[in-house]
């Protein structure tokens, strides 16, 4: 068993550990009864996200300064690992508000700006896989990294800023009773802990991908290998 | 009910999916890099 097996399964047992106080724990919310109780991931699968697009934002911002291939993997890996978490915040977010709205969507400025963010980082992405690989590629996802990461405060503030559907920050308003707080705190650790490795993983992914040749350049090599001499 | 067990469905589905790939894919990897060397 791998290093980052062992790493994954602790993260597993902890978020199962997540999963018994939100089930088991957490008290029943007196308005909303059983769908507050998918809060819990969907609150601490944002906050994981915006931690990920930050290290986005500070792996682009030392590839601009140093060009270092470490922090362009660091941004790679960590904004897959933000597109995934941002994808169950949305998910989740459209389940809780059917029972509780009426409607899975609504263009609320909470939700857009959240689906904003899912699509420049999916852009980022894209980008990513469909250009040729290389400095000038590296250095263009560097700008989309950093600038990208201005619609995370967006996000954050939206419910303050306009009126809509989405309810205010609870968390820093103190609006929960304790045991829901504990809960909480724990499902957002253990999730920040699971994304921590999922990053690290990611990154040793996209370390033995640049190792390794790839199939384009290996194509290239084979057909000049194939060339005939040029007649002299 | 039905709403909180489908949303923690499709989320242990996209979380737990996702690193079961990326830990297949590092398993591979690596394969791949040792029989090289």
Same mark, same amino acid.
């Given at each position: 068993?791998?290093?980052?097996?062992?790493?994954?399964?602790?993260?597993?047992?902890? @978020?199962?550990?997540?999963?018994?106080?939100?089930?088991?724990? /957490?008290?029943?919310?007196?308005?909303?009864?059983?769908?507050?109780?998918?809060?819990?991931?969907?609150?601490?699968?944002? =906050?994981?996200?915006?931690?990920?697009?930050?290290?986005?934002?500070?792996?682009?911002? *030392?590839? %601009?300064?140093?060009?270092? #291939?470490? /922090?362009?993997?660091?941004?790679?890996? /960590?904004?897959?690992?933000?597109?995934?978490? &941002?994808?169950? &915040?949305?998910? @989740?977010?459209?389940?809780?508000?059917?029972?509780? $709205?009426?409607?899975? $969507?609504? $263009?609320?400025?909470?939700?857009?700006? &959240?689906?904003?963010? $899912?699509?420049?980082?999916?852009?980022?992405? %894209?980008?990513?896989?469909? #250009?040729?690989?290389?400095?000038?590629?590296?250095?263009?996802?560097?700008?989309?990294?950093?600038?990208?990461?201005?619609? *995370?405060? =967006?996000?954050?503030?939206? *419910?303050?800023?306009?009126?809509?559907?989405?309810?205010?920050? *609870?968390?820093?308003?103190?609006?929960?009773?304790?045991?829901?707080?504990?809960?909480?705190?724990?499902? @957002?650790?253990?999730?920040?802990?699971?994304?921590?490795?999922?990053?690290?993983?990611?990154?040793?992914?996209?370390?033995?991908?640049?190792?390794?040749?790839?199939?384009?350049?290996?194509?290239?090599?084979?057909?000049?290998?194939?060339?005939?001499?040029?007649?002299? | 009910?039905?709403?909180?067990? !489908?949303?923690?469905? +499709?989320?242990?589905?996209?979380?737990?999916? +996702?690193? !079961?790939?990326?830990?297949?894919?590092?398993?591979?990897?690596? !394969?791949? !890099?040792?029989?090289?060397?």
């Amino acid at each position: 068993m791998t290093r980052y097996t062992r790493l994954a399964g602790l993260a597993v047992l902890l @978020m199962l550990a997540a999963g018994a106080l939100i089930f088991f724990y /957490a008290p029943e919310d007196y308005l909303q009864k059983e769908p507050q109780r998918i809060f819990y991931l969907h609150v601490s699968a944002a =906050i994981a996200a915006f931690a990920c697009f930050a290290v986005v934002l500070g792996g682009s911002a *030392v590839y %601009l300064r140093t060009e270092s #291939a470490r /922090a362009d993997r660091l941004a790679r890996a /960590a904004a897959l690992v933000g597109v995934v978490l &941002t994808t169950v &915040t949305l998910v @989740m977010g459209m389940l809780y508000a059917k029972p509780i $709205w009426g409607t899975f $969507w609504t $263009w609320d400025a909470r939700l857009t700006s &959240t689906l904003v963010l $899912w699509i420049i980082y999916a852009g980022y992405l %894209l980008l990513r896989r469909l #250009a040729e690989p290389g400095q000038q590629t590296a250095r263009f996802a560097a700008v989309v990294g950093i600038f990208g990461f201005v619609d *995370v405060p =967006i996000v954050y503030f939206s *419910v303050t800023w306009w009126r809509g559907h989405h309810p205010g920050p *609870v968390i820093v308003s103190n609006a929960l009773p304790p045991e829901m707080l504990f809960t909480f705190m724990v499902t @957002m650790a253990c999730t920040l802990f699971l994304a921590a490795v999922m990053v690290a993983i990611r990154y040793r992914i996209e370390t033995l991908m640049d190792e390794a040749p790839s199939p384009a350049s290996a194509h290239l090599v084979g057909a000049a290998a194939r060339e005939p001499e040029p007649a002299r | 009910m039905i709403y909180l067990v !489908a949303a923690y469905v +499709f989320g242990v589905l996209i979380l737990g999916g +996702f690193l !079961a790939l990326s830990l297949s894919q590092l398993r591979e990897l690596k !394969a791949r !890099a040792s029989t090289k060397k």
